[in-house]
């Protein structure tokens, strides 16, 4: 089991930026690979970024490469994702998830491959 609880969301005006934390608690941290997900009113949960176990490896979805990145101190139990340069659209609840098994690159961006999500944090940007 992995309880994932997220937090740093809130409102920002176009073009600022945002960094959210997921803080993991259970299962050993370095054992599962991390994402990101979000999901806006109304459309389907989208994926947004991976990272390996080790940190070493990441996939981003188009759309948020360049502004967005993931991290993870397996130290602290925790994953990031620094937001920069945001925009309207990229208002959403964001979520973190884990998944366990090895590192596939892109298939990370599956949401069928996480097995522990948390409770979201919302993110909102104004124009």
């Known amino acids: 089991q992995v309880q994932l609880v997220e937090s740093g969301g809130g409102s920002v005006q176009a073009g600022g930026s945002l960094r959210l934390s997921c803080a993991a608690s259970g299962r050993t941290f370095s054992s599962v690979a991390m994402g990101w997900f979000r999901q806006a009113p109304g459309k389907e949960r989208e994926f947004v970024t991976a990272?390996?176990?080790?940190?070493?490896?990441?996939v981003y979805a188009d759309s948020m490469k360049g502004r967005f990145t993931i991290s993870r101190d397996n130290a602290k139990n925790t994953v990031y994702l620094q937001m920069n340069s945001l925009k309207p659209e990229d208002t959403a609840v964001y979520y973190c998830?884990?998944?366990?098994?090895?590192?596939?690159?892109?298939?990370?961006?599956?949401?069928?491959?996480?097995?522990?999500w948390g409770q979201g944090t919302q993110v909102f940007v104004s124009s």
């Open positions: 998830a884990a998944g366990v098994g090895p590192w596939y690159g892109s298939r990370w961006s599956r949401i069928d491959l996480y097995t522990y």
């Open positions: 990272i390996s176990r080790s940190g070493g490896s990441t």
